[in-house]
């Protein structure tokens, strides 16, 4: 038995050196809480606790036969009103053995992260990517961890960045993960894996923050019966988006010229009637001799890493939300007043399970104040 109850909420639990199995009942029978971190453009990780008696299995032949050892995979699913949705599919890296001299105090505390660690090991020298784009690039990468499930979702890059094999050849330095984030981040694009939608599955997504599509279940505030939000706090940072100032250089006569900002909206659609102004302007160093493709590409990057100037945060119970809140995608959010109401996109999702609770603390994001529209999907 693999799973854990909370009244509506069932937790699975699976563990193995590749592929992943349902863990030994007393596994489950010891699992004090799991922890689980999603974070748009970031590794995402977890952190399971376990009750570690000094007489149960755990102790006595699971943890000294490796079971709980660095790099072993660990899938969590929760199923919520029969929904099953997939929190975490990643590998351990972590562990720690609390001792006391108290009954059932002892404690193994793992913490993991998710498969993109995995990229992350192997440090490699001045690969080559002959007429290669970035997107090609970033697709060969991540076909090298078919045997994990990870299938690539790569969207090609907005400016053509294709150089003739005569000019210019890029190379790959270092490890596959920092190779494929610097160039998400050139183009103003994110890496992340997204696990499921079954056990033992990933999408590795490469492209821009996803912030179209049915927004999920609205976060209710301040509505009486209606409320499943005890509290939301908003923040609107005036000097948090940056105007980029690039030059580049024409090669026909060699005169530098500044390039127009690009609008950011062609990577992120607006969520808000309102988008706040950008009061700081910022010079991109080291711009004159690229190609005018990737200074395009990084102007437009560095315009859209500021753009986010309005966040919430706050704290459901998901049995009282009735849902599982999914990061990286669009909610709508009532009751906050006419400035704060309306669309936002989930920056980052940490989910709190233990027996007989499940809460989520969560942050949101978007450009400015006011909404688009008049109402958003309860």
């Known amino acids: 038995m693999a799973d854990v109850t909370t009244g509506p909420i069932h937790l699975t639990l699976l563990m193995g050196p590749q592929i992943p199995v349902p863990v030994p009942a007393p596994v489950t029978d010891a699992l004090l809480s799991a922890q689980v971190t999603v974070a748009s453009g970031q590794r995402s990780g977890f952190q399971l606790a376990f009750d570690l008696s000094k007489a149960g299995l755990i102790n006595t032949t699971l943890l000294p036969a490796g079971f709980f050892d660095p790099k072993v995979r660990v899938v969590l699913a929760a199923t919520v009103q029969g929904t099953v949705t997939v929190l975490m599919d990643g590998v351990l890296i972590r562990q720690e053995v609390g001792v006391s001299n108290q009954p059932g105090q002892s404690t193994l505390t793992v913490t993991g992260e998710d498969l993109t660690v995995l990229m992350d090991l192997e440090e490699r020298a001045a690969v080559p990517y002959p007429a290669m784009g970035p997107a090609a690039r970033v697709a060969a990468i991540v076909s090298q961890y078919a045997q994990y499930g990870i299938t690539p979702l790569v969207i090609p890059e907005l400016v053509p960045q294709t150089p003739m094999p005569t000019r210019r050849i890029d190379f790959q330095k270092g490890t596959d993960l920092a190779y494929v984030t610097d160039l998400a981040k050139a183009n103003g694009y994110v890496f992340y894996l997204d696990p499921g939608p079954l056990p033992g599955m990933s999408r590795a997504y490469w492209g821009p923050e996803v912030r179209l599509g049915v927004p999920q279940h609205a976060l209710n505030v301040n509505m009486d019966a209606l409320s499943n939000v005890d ?12 105007e980029p100032e690039a030059r580049v250089q024409i ?7 500044v390039l127009p900002v690009p609008e950011v909206s062609v990577l992120r659609p607006p969520l808000a009637l309102k988008p706040a102004p950008a009061l700081k302007k910022k010079v991109i160093a080291d ?3 690229k190609d005018p493709g990737q200074v395009v590409a990084e102007t437009l990057a560095k315009a859209a890493e500021s753009a986010d100037a309005v966040t919430g945060s706050g704290q459901l119970d998901v049995v009282r939300y009735g849902h599982v809140l999914r990061p990286r995608e669009l909610v709508g ?10 669309l936002y996109f989930v920056k980052s999702v940490t989910h709190n399970l233990q027996r007989g609770a499940y809460t989520q603390n969560f942050t949101l994001a978007r450009e400015g104040l006011i909404p ?3 109402a958003v999907v309860p």
């Open 372 to 374: 688009l529209t008049p």
């Open 251 to 257: 090669p026909a006569t060699r005169v530098s010229a």
């Open 333 to 342: 959010v009532r009751g906050a007043g006419l400035t704060y109401d309306g």
């Open 287 to 289: 711009t004159a001799k």
């Open 231 to 242: 509290q939301l706090t908003f923040a609107f940072d005036g000097t948090a988006r940056e």
